[in-house]
């Protein structure tokens, strides 16, 4: 079958090719993949694998039948959203989207599970159990996976893969490791409250902005100083808003980030 996957796959490439191109051209935000989950829908309508659309809100099933059809079912997951990037790559296919651009690579995993498909429908009557494929939205505001849990897109799954493009990896190798390969991603909300003042009398005032540098710096130098090394964490601030006029004092001020870790500890 290894060979005949690969003759199939082969003739596929450059249609495949011409899907990327097509997804990163046209990127949309999560939970806003209206035209990508048509788009998918019909691309596996088109191979003769069975669609469900609707699925988590924008999320799309494909569903392709082995034999015989009661056997176990193994699903394969990929994400469709984009992230709010201005591209400036130059690229023929860049990103048609003002301030909208794949550049997390979901339009690769969402081409490789249309590819999937697209093989395995051609190979179903060899296939000894089903294949569900999982095109989920809203992967970059950890939504979307709930959102098709909760229409029952996992019912009767036995075991689940996922993927994501890592680019310094050569293509055609596959890395895989034993454990964690990738971390575990949490949000951080702060908000900072202080007392607003006249900016020329910053002693007068709380100076929310300068409270807020400061805890910048030092979250930074906490994960240093008090995280084990060997379990490596990363925090990101990628938010701040505060403020109202240059020469006011800010009273307020919100930063947004992200935690990533390896260990749940």
């Not at 805890?215 to 906490?222: D, N, Y």
């Amino acid at each position: 079958m290894l060979s005949r996957i690969k003759d199939i796959a082969t003739k596929l490439a450059p249609r495949l090719i011409e899907i990327r191109r097509h997804l990163h051209s046209h990127p949309e935000l999560s939970g806003q993949e209206y035209h990508t989950a048509a788009f998918v829908a019909g691309v596996l309508s088109s191979s003769g694998v069975h669609v469900r659309e609707g699925v988590g809100k924008t999320g799309v099933i494909g569903e392709v039948q082995g034999t015989p059809s009661e056997s176990p079912c193994l699903a394969i997951r990929t994400d469709m959203d984009a992230l709010p990037i201005q591209e400036r790559t130059g690229l023929e296919y860049a990103s048609k989207a003002t301030s909208i651009m794949h550049a997390c690579g979901h339009d690769v995993h969402t081409t490789v599970g249309l590819g999937t498909a697209m093989v395995l429908s051609q190979l179903a009557e060899e296939l000894s159990g089903n294949v569900r494929f999982l095109f989920q939205p809203a992967e970059e505001i950890a939504q979307g996976a709930s959102w098709m849990v909760q229409d029952k897109a996992m019912e009767n799954v036995s075991a689940i893969l996922s993927l994501h493009v890592f680019p310094s990896i050569p293509a055609g190798k596959v890395g895989i490791r034993y454990g964690a390969l990738t971390a575990a991603a949490d949000e951080l909300d702060i908000i900072i409250v202080g007392e607003s003042g006249h900016g020329a009398r910053p002693h007068e005032a709380i100076d929310a902005i300068w409270i807020a540098a400061q805890v910048i710096t030092t979250l930074q130098q906490a994960i240093s100083r008090t995280q084990n090394p060997l379990r490596p964490v990363v925090l990101s601030i990628g938010q701040i808003n505060g403020g109202r006029a240059p020469n006011v004092i800010a009273d307020s001020v919100k930063l947004r980030g992200t935690v990533r870790s390896l260990h749940p500890e």
